[in-house]
């Protein structure tokens, strides 16, 4: 029996398109990555589609490990999130802005008032995916070695976050009274200063920006590890995960819709939003087709480059027989250890030899990845979402534009007549969108405050 209520959609935007070989196609722009005008035309067209945000994903640092992958791949050449979602709340006007921000490698006031400009930006679009860098070359970017430790990136994370509400909170939603007649622009009786000394941070306040219209940009998380689950039940507000089996979405659905209970959280105040890369063909073979080129594009170097940064750079697979199986546990990585449990779950599931593996990820990266008509993808997608394995979807086109206007031409209509997909926005926010209430100020006293009057001096200034 299906559930009430509509899927959320997310476009995961990317320059070229998730797939590693989508760059060397053909119909792909060669300098997407920095170029305003090719975004502004996906963000059109998912606004047009009516998808529910924008996301982008992000690491203040080059992926790759060596020079022979670098040079095969299109990401190292892209806008800084905030920066060009910044560029896209005046192009667009409905659709919501989700920028990836990490926590280990920032400070609490520094984002809290750049996602409160961009909630003001956008009129209240804004969302924050709250990361911890897990990937090995950033920690150089920034001084140190090697990064924190896993656990210990998720409590300074929860601190921080912790933080940018109370900043967030310094002042109460009609703090700026703006009263031209009596010269008070701000009513400091509704004032709050965080003033926090905690493990990691001191942080005094004011924030210098008003109350983000939303109260608080939508909160995005994305952990899977241990530490991760329990950071996105206690603060996520839509969580992304990775689900390339039914059965494992569904244990990953439930935990986290749990843990989110226990800690007194309506069910419909986390979304959780699985990643699915849908390549769409009239007919099932147009769509394998369509995956086969792209896999042809990639080079060996890349293949075998992804797959060792995946698995946390535990294991050299140069070294390795690619026709042995995969072995049921490596190494414990300091870098993503959810990913790599991931994948060493699926190939033990799916028995997999490294050849096979490497085959995979270069194609999905561990997501679900569905090639099929518009019914069939459909179908999925439903079936996922009946199934209580998912919220709603993080679309990720395996190159853009076309894959992206293949899934809107083909799959949504679709969607829509079987009444899974809305035809419009239904609201003025990202949290109305998504049916998300929006946060009281924490620290707001009861009832109204009142201005402080003024006099003049015998000078002619105002004083108090």
């Known amino acids: 029996m299906g559930r009430n209520g509509q899927l959320k959609l997310g476009l995961f935007l990317v320059q070229a398109g998730f797939h590693e070989g989508a760059w060397r196609d053909p119909s792909v722009p060669?300098?997407?990555?920095?170029?305003?005008?090719?975004?502004?035309?996906?963000?059109?067209?998912?606004?047009?589609?009516?998808?529910?945000?924008?996301?982008?994903?992000?690491?203040?640092?080059?992926?790759?490990?060596?020079?022979?992958?670098?040079?095969?791949?299109?990401?190292?050449?892209?806008?800084?999130?905030?920066?060009?979602?910044?560029?896209?709340?005046?192009?667009?006007?409905?659709?919501?802005?989700?920028?990836?921000?990490?926590?280990?490698?920032?400070?609490?006031?520094?984002?809290?008032?750049?996602?409160?400009?961009?909630?003001?930006?956008?009129?209240?679009?804004?969302?924050?995916?709250?990361?911890?860098?897990?990937?090995?070359?950033?920690?150089?970017?920034?001084?140190?070695?090697?990064?924190?430790?896993?656990?210990?990136?998720?409590?300074?994370?929860?601190?921080?976050?912790?933080?940018?509400?109370?900043?967030?909170?310094?002042?109460?939603?009609?703090?700026?009274?703006?009263?031209?007649?009596?010269?008070?622009?701000?009513?400091?009786?509704k004032l709050h200063l965080p003033n926090h000394r905690g493990d990691y941070f001191s942080v005094r306040g004011p924030l210098n920006i008003a109350r983000p219209p939303q109260g608080y940009p939508v909160l995005v998380q994305a952990g899977a590890s241990e530490a991760g689950i329990k950071f996105a039940a206690e603060v996520g507000e839509v969580v992304f995960t990775a689900a390339p089996s039914l059965e494992g979405g569904k244990r990953q659905y439930a935990t986290l819709k749990e843990k989110a209970r226990t800690l007194g959280r309506a069910d419909d105040q986390i979304l959780i939003m699985p990643g699915i890369i849908p390549i769409v063909g009239k007919t099932r073979l147009e769509a394998s087709e369509k995956l086969q080129r792209?896999?042809?594009?990639?080079?060996?170097?890349?293949?075998?480059?992804?797959?060792?940064?995946?698995?946390?750079?535990?294991?050299?697979?140069?070294?390795?027989?690619?026709?042995?199986?995969?072995?049921?546990?490596?190494?414990?990585?300091?870098?993503?250890?959810?990913?790599?449990?991931?994948?060493?779950?699926?190939?033990?599931?799916?028995?997999?030899?490294?050849?096979?593996?490497?085959?995979s990820l270069s194609d999905s990266k561990g997501q679900l990845l569905v090639v099929g008509t518009p019914d069939e993808i459909a179908n999925i997608m439903v079936n996922t979402f009946d199934e209580r394995a998912a919220d709603g979807f993080n679309i990720l086109p395996a190159m853009v534009p076309n894959g992206l206007k293949d899934f809107i031409d083909l799959v949504i209509p679709e969607l829509r007549r079987r009444g899974q997909f809305r035809a419009e926005y239904s609201g003025q926010t990202l949290r109305e969108n998504l049916g998300l209430k929006r946060p009281l100020n924490r620290v707001s006293v009861a009832g109204a405050g009142h201005p402080p009057q003024t006099t003049r001096d015998p000078i002619g200034f105002v004083k108090n």
Not at 296 to 307: C, F, K, P
Not at 324 to 331: H, I, K, Q, T
């Open 30 to 189: 060669v300098n997407g990555g920095v170029d305003i005008d090719h975004f502004a035309q996906l963000a059109a067209l998912a606004e047009r589609a009516a998808f529910h945000f924008l996301f982008l994903a992000d690491s203040p640092s080059v992926l790759e490990r060596d020079h022979k992958h670098i040079a095969r791949v299109s990401r190292n050449d892209g806008f800084e999130p905030i920066t060009l979602l910044s560029a896209l709340s005046s192009r667009t006007r409905e659709i919501g802005l989700v920028a990836t921000a990490t926590t280990t490698y920032n400070q609490p006031y520094h984002l809290a008032r750049t996602f409160a400009s961009l909630d003001h930006l956008s009129n209240g679009r804004a969302g924050w995916n709250i990361v911890t860098s897990g990937l090995r070359y950033e920690a150089p970017n920034f001084g140190d070695k090697e990064l924190p430790e896993h656990d210990k990136r998720y409590e300074r994370a929860r601190e921080f976050v912790d933080i940018v509400k109370g900043l967030w909170d310094t002042w109460e939603d009609d703090a700026f009274i703006r009263d031209k007649q009596s010269g008070i622009f701000v009513d400091t009786t």
């Open 294 to 359: 792209l896999h042809s594009n990639i080079h060996i170097d890349v293949a075998i480059g992804l797959a060792e940064r995946m698995l946390g750079f535990v294991v050299d697979l140069r070294s390795i027989n690619f026709d042995s199986f995969v072995p049921e546990a490596l190494p414990q990585t300091n870098s993503t250890q959810s990913t790599q449990k991931l994948l060493l779950d699926m190939a033990a599931r799916l028995q997999l030899t490294w050849r096979q593996l490497i085959h």
